[in-house]
DNA sequence: ATTTTTTGTTGTATATTTACAATTTTTTAT
DNA sequence: ATAAAAAATTGTAAATATACAACAAAAAAT
């Protein structure tokens, strides 16, 4: 199976909790190269690599890794208070 | 990393909508024996495999993939009416 | 400014997933 | 009961993910 480009939010997540690659790598269990080349998109996480991440950010899969290149958080806080709003 | 085991409820969402191994695997683009190795959770699908079979069925990759032994779907609607019920 | 930490890059080795083929067993249909 | 279809099993090859090391570049801290 070729595989897809799958996009990810790893790098603004991480950001967030104010962590290095190297911490999260750590708490993930897997080397901190690793997550630089899973940040940069250079390849797919396991199913069970992406458990591990979500389990971490306490998030759901889907919106941490996606088929479709993924907006800045920002802009989609701005698209649910515009469908929120506009009811 | 040493990969976990990952259970799936594939099996029965298939015989839910009445399809073959050989069917699901010509829709999500595998190897139909691949279907079998997944069923038999032989081995751990890559996320981007797992993103495909959730596509297929309409449905969260957490509804699908756990970490935990997963509970047949209708005990899970059990306690689900038990939830609501109890309010 | 310079040291330290973080990130990026490159290359090689190992592990795991996926493909594919051939055969056996089980299930389903007739 | 028999044939046909589906599923399981086994083995090998390929592709991809992960580990690890060494070094370069960039960013942050002092």
New binding site residues.
Partial sequence: ???RKLYNRITVLRKERNI???ELAEII???F??V?????EE????LD?AFKISEYFGLPVELIFSTEPLKPLIEEIIELKNKIGGQ
Wanted: aromatic fraction near 10%; avoid cysteine.
């Fill in positions: 199976m070729k595989s290095s690659r190297k269990g897997v080397n190269q690793t630089g080349y899973l940040e940069r390849y797919n996480p396991s690599l």
